[in-house]
């Protein structure tokens, strides 16, 4: 075999030899086995941005109900249909402005705002949140709303007082526990025909909620309906408890206080919008009270307010017992569903009906519980004329009046005891007389 040969025999064996090591199959390594890499969970910033849920016992509330079974009312501008938000939630509605739509779903209002005030009281009381984890939630999102809508300013040629009355009627009728009221007048009075509706509510057992009103707005102290006697207004604090400069105002109706600035809410187009005022405090507090409602379906309304005030947190700065401010203090959500309150036989927030009967002047007001009747009046003989003015004249001289009252009775005392003098003398002069006569007397000796 030439050199050659060889070399082709060790080539092709080198050939063979290589295809064999690359074809067989590699060694086992020892490798370590790395988990399956997880996503870093990152929180909700809509969520995130609730500071009440934890702050007031909302989310601990939560452990017990989420307000099913129970309807709040929000008479407002309107809440906006087509929210993702607040999908199932809205169950009715009606329109009490006449330029609404029949469904109280059309926000009213002559600017953004206005029309979008309904919206964000909604979301804050009832928003289903997007996932649980996610998106805005209300206080109370297992509740149903009505839709109630009213035109403001003017936006209706309705009177603004024939509205609210008719709304809260419309409520009370179609199934309302709680009613919620985020607006003010700026007076304190207000019509009579609002009267027979708030009454009508109370009544037919159903809690009423109203805000104090706002600074910011020009509101220095409460005005109608946070005037009307029953209604549990509700004033506001910042996220450190104090009472806001802006978002709030005072008055001696305060019932309780509510967180009411850097606050959430869903306007008409969908978007989460940042706003503040006891606006935004009224429907926390009426989440509560559907809450309550939730927790205790036999408890009366006067109960379910009691509950909200008696478990209210003392503010930081609260003066007293309750406060022009504060109220009874800011509200504690899960400690006015769990604590044990004493039971009520009466409104807390004060009793429309005796207002009524003391203010009104009706004929037929009725008497005061406890009150015994009025007597029949007494028919008392006529007075005597008076006398004549007495005219001036010397001090010297004297007048009839002296002489009755002064000379005369003088006299008379003086004569008495001129008459008792002389008989003493004449019976002093009578006792020597008679002795001098028995010395002169011959003796019998």
Not at 380 to 399: Q, R
Request: charged share 20%; with cysteine.
């Amino acid at each position: 075999m030439t050199r050659i040969g060889h070399t082709r025999r060790a080539l092709v064996a080198a050939l063979v030899l290589a295809c064999a090591i690359l074809a067989a199959p590699p060694a086992a390594a020892e490798t370590t086995e790395s988990p399956t890499p997880t996503p870093t969970p990152t929180e909700d910033p809509i969520r995130a941005g609730e500071y009440w849920l934890d702050q007031y016992g909302i989310s601990d509330a939560w452990e017990h109900t989420r307000g099913a079974g129970t309807t709040v009312a929000v008479i407002d501008s309107g809440v906006a249909s087509g929210i993702p938000e607040l999908d199932g939630a809205v169950t009715g509605g009606h329109d009490a402005s006449g330029v609404g739509s029949a469904d109280g779903r059309t926000s009213l209002g002559a600017d953004v705002e206005t029309r979008s005030h309904g919206t964000w009281v909604a979301s804050l009381l009832a928003s289903r949140g997007d996932g649980e984890e996610a998106g805005l939630i209300g206080v109370a999102p297992e509740a149903d709303i009505l839709s109630v809508s009213l035109g403001f300013g003017s936006v209706s040629d309705v009177p603004f007082s024939d509205q609210l009355a008719e709304a809260m009627k419309w409520a009370v009728d179609n199934g309302a526990d709680v009613i919620n009221l985020s607006f003010t007048t700026n007076q304190t009075s207000w019509d009579e025909s609002w009267d027979d509706a708030f009454t009508y509510a109370y009544d037919h057992d159903v809690v009423v909620v109203a805000s104090a009103g706002n600074r910011g707005s020009g509101t220095t102290m409460v005005g109608a309906p946070a005037t009307i006697p029953g209604v549990l207004v509700v004033g506001g604090v910042d996220p450190s408890g104090h009472a806001s400069d802006i978002a709030s105002t005072q008055g001696i109706t305060i019932g309780v206080s509510a967180p009411s600035e850097d606050l959430l809410g869903i306007g008409p187009s969908g978007d989460v919008e940042e706003w503040s005022g006891t606006s935004a405090a009224a429907p926390i507090v009426s989440g509560i009270a559907a809450l309550i409602r939730s927790e205790y379906p036999n408890l009366d309304a006067n109960n379910v307010i009691e509950r909200i005030i008696k478990t209210a947190e003392p503010a930081p700065d609260q003066d007293g017992g309750r406060d022009p401010l504060y109220g009874f203090g800011i509200v504690d959500a899960d400690a006015a569903l769990t604590d044990d309150v004493a039971r009520v036989d009466s409104n807390p927030m004060g009793d429309l009906a005796t207002w009524i009967r003391l203010n009104r002047g009706s004929d037929s007001a009725g008497e005061i519980d406890g009150a015994e009747p009025t007597p029949d009046p007494v028919t008392l003989p006529a007075l005597p004329p008076a006398d004549e003015p007495a005219t001036a004249s010397s001090p010297w001289i004297p007048s009839a009046e002296s002489m009755r009252e002064v000379t005369l009775p003088l006299a008379a005392a003086s004569l008495g005891s001129i008459g008792i003098v002389l008989g003493v003398v004449a019976s002093f002069r009578r006792i020597r007389v008679l002795r001098a006569g028995r010395a002169s007397r011959p003796s019998d000796k």
